[in-house]
């Protein structure tokens, strides 16, 4: 347990325990394809999904037909191929997750392309560019009969293990000092007196490393001076009932004077072969080519962690590692 999650014995004898009592807005930044937003539906949770933030045109196209699978509409009906490309463009969307789209590279899709990403931006509320999200686009009424939730899974490629470690500093222009937009969107949202009750971000454990703890306090720190109280705790998903070794951060932010406890785990039951359907369509096939590929370098790609890629109990994490996607347990 980290030191924060220490004290929770201290302040839970002073502090009330946070809960959800009226319903919940949901702003997922970082969106990708709406995990946050399953873990609610899950939960059975009375949520409403009131903004997203998401550029990746792949992770668009999901979130839509995941959470907005019955809106046919066509918000491109009154717009011209042409306008609606530019449209697109103009929102700053990603073919790689990696760098905005070009003029060019947008044009020669079809139109047909064009009008189903638009189409999906505009039914899931989708912002795109979180550094053109404002404090006011997150504004909403009747604020005093919702609880707000904000979650801001940002990038971790500069934080994983596998990536370069290039960090999350404020202003160093990287994918992970995304956070910071973030940060601006709240200070922006604190003017407003919009304030998220709760926030919620999860990423690599490395985050709250050696190598990046100043960052990371750096960020508490701020969360603390708009008001809010944070624990974080490194969780593993084979702790949860799930058999993969997935070690994540989590950090819950609460504004106002209360305490949260993460919850425990379980023995772990299931098996990777237990999670493995019998009968799988054909088009999710490997081919041999690459079935060969996969078997050939499994002892590379396991590294110093002795696993393997494929493995009968628990599954490994595939990592962030650009360029090729080799397992690593510690990630």
Not at 150 to 175: H, I, N, V, W
Not at 203 to 221: Q, R, S
Not at 306 to 312: A, D, E, P, W
Request: charge should be neutral; hydrophobic fraction near 35%.
């Amino acid at each position: 347990m980290s030191d924060l999650g220490k004290q929770l014995d201290i302040f839970s004898t002073t502090l009330e325990q946070f809960k959800f009592t009226k319903p919940i807005r949901l702003i997922e930044l970082f969106a990708g394809y709406g995990s946050q937003s399953l873990a609610l539906d899950y939960l059975g949770a009375d949520y409403e999904s009131f903004r997203i933030c998401e550029w990746a045109v792949n992770s668009i196209l999901a979130y839509k037909e995941l959470h907005f699978h019955d809106d046919k509409t066509d918000y491109s009906k009154n717009l011209s191929n042409d306008e609606v490309k530019q449209q697109i463009l103009d929102y700053g969307i990603s073919a790689d997750y990696n760098k905005p789209m070009t003029k060019e590279q947008i044009s020669r899709k079809s139109g047909e392309w064009a009008r189903k990403v638009y189409n999906a931006i505009k039914a899931t509320h989708n912002l795109v560019d979180v550094s053109k999200v404002t404090g006011k686009s997150l504004t909403m009424r009747e604020r005093d009969r919702v609880q707000v939730l904000l979650t801001y899974s940002f990038p971790c490629q500069d934080l994983s293990l596998a990536g370069k470690l290039a960090g999350m500093k404020e202003g160093s222009g990287t994918r992970s000092s995304m956070i910071w937009e973030v940060g601006r969107i709240l200070s922006e949202l604190k003017e407003e007196k919009q304030l998220p009750d709760v926030l919620i971000m999860e990423n690599v454990p490395t985050v709250c490393g050696e190598k990046n703890k100043e960052d990371f306090n750096k960020w508490l720190n701020f969360l603390e001076n708009l008001g809010y109280q944070s624990y974080y705790k490194i969780l593993s998903a084979t702790d949860y009932g799930i058999p993969q070794t997935r070690r994540r951060c989590f950090v819950i932010s609460l504004l106002g004077e209360y305490y949260y406890d993460f919850p425990g785990g379980f023995k772990l039951q299931l098996k990777l072969k237990d999670m493995l359907e019998d009968e799988v369509d054909e088009k999710y096939y490997l081919s041999e080519k690459m079935i060969k590929y996969i078997t050939s370098n499994n002892d590379k790609w396991s590294g110093n962690n002795n696993h393997s890629l494929v493995n009968k109990s628990i599954a490994s994490t595939l990592n962030t590692s650009e360029g090729n996607r080799r397992c690593d347990a510690s990630n």
